[in-house]
């Protein structure tokens, strides 16, 4: 039937067009198994048609009976059960199902969504509920069973088919999964644990424990055939030649006698330190030798390779142009180096060591094609994988290539369920293949080992697909990487010995030493310790610049001394378009695995392929498809630059230069080179001037750099010991030549004997005692005199005579005694001089023939009237109360203004030479002028002035008289009336100095400015 409005009718099995109905319906299904067709339209009305013999007419489409769907959920594509019993109607706003007896409503979801599938005994129905598969029963309608679907994507996913088949063993769904169509299938699981019936060999696995996956729990297995089920076996591996006890285990198993991790029954090394890292079977790098060497493999330079020793490249340079190459397309290099494969259509070449053409390997098989291929061991042997060319065959399998003798082996099948390998790798002794295999039927994968001996599984494990494999070097274990976990299995019996969760990753790397494992994306590299699969450090190349920036291919590769690890980082930015560039890092491997860049990486700026090392890793080739202003697309060649100096080797005249040096552009830094053309490069030249062509020791010195004076001991501080092989330590390094030297490099002349600092050669008294100081002659305190007054220092209490003079007998002159020569000898003088001087001096300056009383005193040295002025300057010699004045004079000896009056009774001071003073030195000008200035005088009259007068002279005879009687009285009642010379007063505003005195009495003072004398006001 197709079409509406009664569409087309045809019959088999020639399939010509019938009579049909004459309904307008849009969808229609047919009885199972009757002549009865259901129309429905787009009102949700419908007809009911069943194929009647009409007499007379024959056989035709009768509609018996009209119905209405009425469950409002939009009208879809009609089902029937296998009975017919049930009329189902799916559409974008749910499922419902009708009975076909009377078209009343069984069951509606609004959530259920098509396509719609009967079980083939009618019991049960199946839909589409989001992303998971309901089924329901239909005697019931109660939901009885849910399955899970692949998650939607893309908008259009989900299933478009369902079929229960196999007797109602097995569901098939058809889905569409973003814009691919998958058809996968399910089966019955009893028990829950995962696995469908038909394959579970445990059928009655627990909820509880998780199932293998051939279906059993733990508790289920005996792995080791030792009675105990591996759920509660502590030894799960015990061997079956021993006994265990009911924890299942031996003996053996339950010792470990060195502490490394291993029971004693798997130990082969038995002495392994406790601090070093063992492998399975209990040997340490320290114990174990990978490459058969005879060294282990903690000493051995190259721990994977039998050589003498592995380079070291810091750093690569890619060369300006490509190669001249054909395709290198999967170039790999044999083990031993001497020839490489690559691949094109069809078929695989070998090439010779410079990559020319020896041979093309066919394949000759047109229903498979090959999948990968390997180079064993030997480096002869190819190890070819391939698989059917259609997916649905579903084998693969593998064969070996003779490529020295272009014979081939029998083929060898894996699998007829498996649709392609993974990553395949064989083991180092080349008796083993390993590789992640996946069956499409089954929609599943597995690790799978196969014995290269036999050409025989050796073990799978159906729990596990890694995404990479790789044998330990030693060969006895597997390691694999899931995305999110690290797996180790024994490689004697498949046993998985260890599974740890990381974090996600897409490649796996193994150090050489075989202690740590290298797992990294495209972004970071992690570092995970091979002991127990613990994280150890990480380094990441994440970059933020523009819309997009980051690494697009991180690549690794160890150098074969396990003390580099080279990295080629692609990255790639997006800023209104692409940028790409590229490089070749070198990281330093530490004792820990741990990471550290070397020296700074030089980038390209374009996008380069994985390197393919050369033999012996003397070279790489990588490819350039992204064609650029920079680079042309195609094959480039990668040459060492093992110093990391940016000049490669072959060009490179000092290949060893250190990071921390800089070279010239020749690649030798100042260190290598032989700047005084000794030939010992200045890193290693202790004497870096010696003389051109001097004969030199090892470390570049010659005799007169080590040795100056060539006395055959070492200067202080020399280097080495010269050619000659100079001795000891030369204290005396400037010794003359043809002077014989002590052992410590000193001449009798350089010697000093008599230890006074002083060489014997210049030491003038050569005996100079100990407890003495010599000066530079070497002579001490005994032993000279220094003011040649024939007396010796240590003895001359006056060194310092003058020449040709006459001393005493401890060295003293008289001038050293008595220095003004007046016979008086000076104080503190040691003694007496030759001419015996006698007391004390204290007039130590005596002039020259001057007579001088006992204390050396002349009488210009005296002050006869102690007034504190010396005779010879006193001008008033006889002064009898001295007041200080620094001429000798007191007031009463002084008239300054020649008046006659001394100035000490003087009451005007500055009388005028011309005008007469009277008995109080005033003139009748001064007396007048005192009294108009002293304004409360004013008031007094005529008569009082005259009187006052009169009084004034009578009284100044009288005291005139007295005066002259008695002197001394007078001028001691004077001398205490007036201010003592040296007395301060205060200026006032007229520019004088006053004072009163005595203090409080009321009487004024001013001091003359000429005289400096202190006059009465």
């Known amino acids: 039937m197709t079409g509406e409005d009664g569409g087309k009718m045809y019959e088999g099995p020639d399939w010509e067009e019938v009579t049909g109905t004459s309904s307008t319906g849009i969808y229609a299904v047919h009885h199972p198994t009757e002549d009865i067709l259901w129309y429905v339209n787009n009102d949700a009305t419908g007809n009911e048609y069943e194929f009647e013999n009409i007499p007379f007419v024959g056989y035709q489409w009768v509609m018996k009976r009209s119905f209405t769907l009425t469950q409002n959920t939009g009208v879809g594509p009609l089902s029937v059960d296998p009975d017919g019993d049930y009329l189902v109607m799916n559409s974008e706003y749910g499922v419902s199902a009708y009975s076909t007896s009377d078209y009343s409503l069984e069951f509606s979801s609004s959530s259920a969504s098509g396509p719609v599938s009967f079980s083939v005994d009618s019991d049960s129905i199946m839909f589409q509920n989001g992303e998971d598969?309901?089924?329901?029963?239909t005697s019931?309608?109660?939901?009885?069973?849910?399955?899970?679907?692949?998650?939607?994507?893309?908008?259009?996913?989900?299933?478009?088919?369902?079929?229960?088949?196999?007797?109602?063993?097995?569901?098939?769904?058809?889905?569409?999964?973003?814009?691919?169509?998958?058809?996968?299938?399910?089966?019955?699981?009893?028990?829950?644990?995962?696995?469908?019936?038909?394959?579970?060999?445990?059928?009655?696995?627990?909820?509880d424990e998780d199932a293998d996956a051939k279906g059993c729990a733990l508790s289920q297995k005996d792995t080791d055939l030792d009675g105990v089920n591996d759920r509660d076996d502590i030894c799960p591996r015990t061997k079956t030649s021993d006994s265990?006890?009911?924890?299942?285990?031996?003996?053996?198993?339950?010792?470990?006698s060195d502490d490394d991790g291993v029971s004693d029954s798997d130990d082969i090394c038995p002495g392994t330190i406790s601090t070093e890292f063992s492998n399975i079977y209990g040997c340490s790098s320290n114990q174990r030798d990978v490459d058969g060497d005879g060294v282990v493999d903690a000493q051995d330079n190259c721990p994977?390779?039998?050589?003498?020793?592995?380079?070291?490249?810091?750093?690569?340079?890619?060369?300006?142009?490509?190669?001249?190459?054909?395709?290198?397309?999967?170039?790999?290099?044999?083990?031993?180096?001497?020839?490489?494969?690559?691949?094109?259509?069809?078929?695989?070449?070998l090439r010779d060591e410079s990559l020319s053409l020896v041979r093309e390997h066919i394949f000759d098989n047109e229903s498979r094609m090959v999948y990968d291929y390997l180079?064993?061991?030997?480096?002869?042997?190819?190890?070819?994988?391939?698989?059917?060319?259609?997916?649905?065959?579903?084998?693969?399998?593998?064969?070996?290539?003779?490529?020295?003798?272009?014979?081939?082996?029998?083929?060898?099948?894996?699998?007829?369920?498996?649709?392609?390998?993974?990553?395949?790798?064989?083991?180092?002794?080349?008796?083993?293949?390993?590789?992640?295999?996946?069956?499409?039927?089954?929609?599943?994968?597995?690790?799978?080992?196969?014995?290269?001996?036999?050409?025989?599984?050796?073990?799978?494990?159906?729990?596990?697909?890694?995404?990479?494999?790789?044998?330990?070097?030693?060969?006895?274990?597997?390691?694999?990487?899931?995305?999110?976990?690290?797996?180790?299995?024994?490689?004697?019996?498949?046993?998985?010995?260890?599974?740890?969760?990381?974090?996600?990753?897409?490649?796996?790397?193994?150090?050489?030493?075989?202690?740590?494992?290298?797992?990294?994306?495209?972004?970071?590299?992690?570092?995970?310790?091979?002991?127990?699969?613990?994280?150890?450090?990480?380094?990441?190349?994440?970059?933020?610049?523009?819309?997009?920036?980051?690494?697009?291919?991180?690549?690794?590769?160890?150098s074969r001394s396990s003390d580099l690890l080279y990295v080629m980082l692609v990255n790639a930015s997006y800023d209104g378009g692409w940028n790409y560039n590229s490089s070749m890092q070198t990281y330093l491997v530490d004792e820990n695995g741990s990471l550290e860049l070397a020296m700074p990486p030089n980038y390209i700026n374009t996008s380069i392929g994985r390197p393919v090392f050369f033999p012996n890793q003397t070279s790489f080739l990588t490819y350039v498809g992204d064609e650029n202003e920079y680079h042309q697309e195609g094959y480039y060649l990668w040459m060492p630059d093992s110093d990391g100096d940016g000049v490669q080797d072959v060009l490179d005249l000092c290949p060893s230069t250190n990071l921390e040096e800089f070279p010239n552009e020749d690649g030798c830094s100042w260190e290598q080179l032989d700047d005084d053309e000794d030939g010992v490069v200045n890193g290693l030249d202790l004497c870096t001037s010696t003389v051109y062509l001097a004969l030199i020791d090892e470390s570049g010195c010659s005799d007169i750099q080590v040795d100056q004076d060539s006395d055959g001991i070492c200067d202080q501080g020399a280097l080495s010991a010269g050619p000659s092989g100079c001795q000891g330590i030369d204290l005396c390094p400037k010794t003359q030549p043809g002077n014989i030297a002590n052992a410590a490099g000193c001449s009798w002349e350089q010697q000093d004997e008599d230890e006074d600092d002083v060489p014997n050669g210049v030491d003038v008294c050569p005996d100079t005692g100990l407890d003495e100081d010599a000066n530079a002659d070497g002579c001490g305190e005994k032993q000279r005199d220094s003011d040649s007054d024939l007396l010796n220092d240590y003895w001359d209490q006056c060194p310092l005579t003058a020449s040709n003079s006459s001393v005493d007998e401890i060295g003293c002159s008289d001038l050293q005694v008595d220095a003004d020569l007046d016979s008086v000898c000076d104080s503190g003088s040691p003694s007496a001089g030759p001419s015996n001087c006698t007391g004390i001096d204290i007039c130590p300056q005596t002039g020259e023939n001057l007579t001088v009383d006992a204390d050396g005193c002349s009488w210009n040295q005296k002050d006869d009237d102690a007034d504190g002025i010396r005779n010879d300057v006193d001008l008033c010699p006889d002064t009898i109360k001295p007041d200080n004045s620094p001429d000798g004079c007191s007031s009463w000896q002084r008239d300054s203004d020649k008046d006659g009056i001394s100035d000490a009774v003087d009451e005007c001071a500055k009388t005028p030479e011309d005008e007469i003073s009277n008995q109080l030195g005033c003139s009748v000008s001064q007396a007048q002028s005192e009294v108009a200035s002293d304004g409360e005088s004013l008031a007094v009259d005529t008569t009082l002035i005259l009187a006052g007068t009169i009084l004034i002279v009578v009284l100044a005879?009288?005291?005139?008289?007295?005066?002259?009687?008695?002197?001394?009285?007078?001028?001691?009642?004077?001398?205490?009336?007036?201010?003592?010379?040296?007395?301060?007063?205060?200026?006032?505003?007229?520019?004088?100095?006053?004072?009163?005195?005595?203090?409080?009495?009321?009487?004024?003072?001013?001091?003359?400015?000429?005289?400096?004398?202190?006059?009465?006001?």
């Not at 924890?247 to 470990?256: E, K, M």
């Not at 690790?447 to 890694?466: N, W």
């Open 375 to 558: 180079w064993m061991p030997n480096g002869v042997d190819v190890l070819i994988l391939w698989e059917s060319e259609y997916w649905r065959d579903a084998e693969c399998g593998y064969y070996l290539w003779d490529s020295a003798n272009d014979m081939r082996s029998w083929d060898f099948l894996v699998s007829t369920d498996c649709s392609s390998f993974r990553d395949p790798v064989v083991s180092p002794d080349g008796t083993h293949l390993a590789a992640s295999m996946y069956s499409a039927s089954s929609y599943s994968g597995s690790t799978v080992v196969i014995d290269l001996t036999t050409h025989e599984i050796a073990f799978e494990d159906e729990d596990h697909y890694p995404r990479q494999l790789i044998f330990t070097h030693d060969g006895t274990s597997l390691i694999g990487l899931t995305s999110r976990s690290l797996n180790l299995w024994d490689l004697n019996d498949g046993y998985l010995l260890q599974s740890r969760s990381i974090d996600d990753g897409d490649d796996l790397l193994l150090s050489p030493d075989g202690d740590s494992l290298y797992v990294y994306s495209d972004e970071i590299i992690r570092t995970y310790s091979m002991e127990s699969f613990l994280f150890k450090s990480i380094i990441s190349f994440e970059e933020g610049n523009g819309y997009y920036s980051g690494p697009l291919q991180l690549s690794l590769e160890f």
């Open 957 to 1017: 005879g009288i005291g005139f008289y007295l005066r002259r009687e008695k002197e001394p009285e007078l001028l001691s009642q004077s001398s205490s009336q007036v201010p003592p010379y040296q007395t301060r007063g205060a200026m006032k505003d007229d520019g004088k100095e006053w004072i009163e005195f005595p203090e409080g009495s009321g009487t004024l003072f001013y001091r003359d400015p000429t005289t400096g004398q202190w006059v009465k006001s």
């Open 244 to 256: 265990a006890d009911s924890s299942g285990c031996s003996l053996a198993q339950l010792q470990d």
């Open 133 to 137: 598969y309901d089924i329901y029963s």
């Open 304 to 349: 994977l390779y039998d050589v003498s020793s592995c380079p070291n490249i810091l750093s690569w340079a890619m060369s300006s142009q490509p190669i001249d190459a054909v395709s290198m397309l999967g170039l790999r290099w044999s083990p031993i180096g001497n020839h490489a494969l690559t691949a094109q259509a069809g078929s695989i070449v």
């Open 140 to 207: 019931n309608w109660q939901e009885i069973s849910t399955v899970t679907g692949p998650d939607h994507d893309c908008y259009s996913d989900g299933a478009t088919k369902f079929r229960f088949v196999s007797g109602d063993g097995e569901l098939l769904v058809l889905a569409e999964r973003c814009y691919e169509t998958y058809l996968s299938g399910w089966m019955p699981d009893d028990d829950s644990d995962g696995v469908a019936n038909v394959q579970d060999i445990c059928p009655s696995t627990s909820g």
